[in-house]
Every structure is written in C-alpha cells, then in structure tokens.
C-alpha cells in the first residue's frame, strides 16, 4: 500500500462537474493498493497518517498531527501509484490491485480514518479532477 500524503489548505475533487468531496486545511490522501495488502496494512497506514506531525505548532514548527489541529482528510483512490516505468514509455498496472479488491479495502481505509477524523472521498475507478493548494509544501510518501 501507498499513500501520498499532502498538506492541504483547500481541495476538491470533482466528478462530472460535482463535488464529491472537498476540506479546508487537512490533508490529501492519493492511495494505491498491491497484493498482499491487508486490514493490517491498512491499520498501520491508518495510525501513521493521523499520528504524522507535519503541522506547525505556535513557534511554526511542524509538531502537530492532523488530531491535533483538527482538519479533515480527503482521500482520493489512485492506482497510479503502482505504475512500473522500468521498460519503455508506457508504465505499466501489472502491481497495482485489481478494482474489486482495492475497492474493498479502499473503502476499509476510510472507513478506519472516519473513526477518528472527518474524511471526504472522490468516487472509486470514476475520471476524478482534484484541485488543491499544497502547504509548505510538504508531501510524503508512505508506503508498507
């Protein structure tokens, strides 16, 4: 699993010209899923996420977490993230996991962030447009 992780002022995504999901200062999550992704796997992405102190406190330190400030998270599926450039100009999905499965624990992900934090999502396999400002900039790759 992979999730791109970008701190986020305002994003949107939108599909067909509505707005399936949209924040205002929280993070934006770009997730990919591979075989041998489990409720484990996301367990631990779901903990890191919340729990990375990449906000600034009073002193414009990045020490606070998303917990700690009290954003929100919209969680954009991405199974371009799994895209293998090795061999000629086309990448190739042959590691990202088929839409049946990621769906299913795409969905799980969600479900496990939205325990603890506000999450608005794009709409899986759908042509999605996201726009958003990026802070810092910080963004960071996680992936187990």
Known sequence: MRVVVQRSGHAQCTVDGKITGEIDNGLVLLVGFTAGDN???????????????????????????????????????????????????????????????????????????SEHIPVETGIFGADMQISFTNQGPVTILLER
Do not use: C
């Open 39 to 113: 409720e484990e796997t996301i367990n631990w992405l779901v903990h890191k996420i919340l729990n990375l102190r990449i906000f600034d406190d009073e002193n414009g330190v990045m020490n606070k977490s998303i917990l700690d400030m009290g954003g929100k998270i919209l969680s954009i599926s991405q199974f371009t993230l799994y895209a293998d450039t090795k061999k000629g100009n086309r990448p190739s999905y042959i590691q990202a996991l088929n839409g049946t499965q990621a769906s299913s624990l795409y969905n799980l992900f969600n479900q496990k962030l």
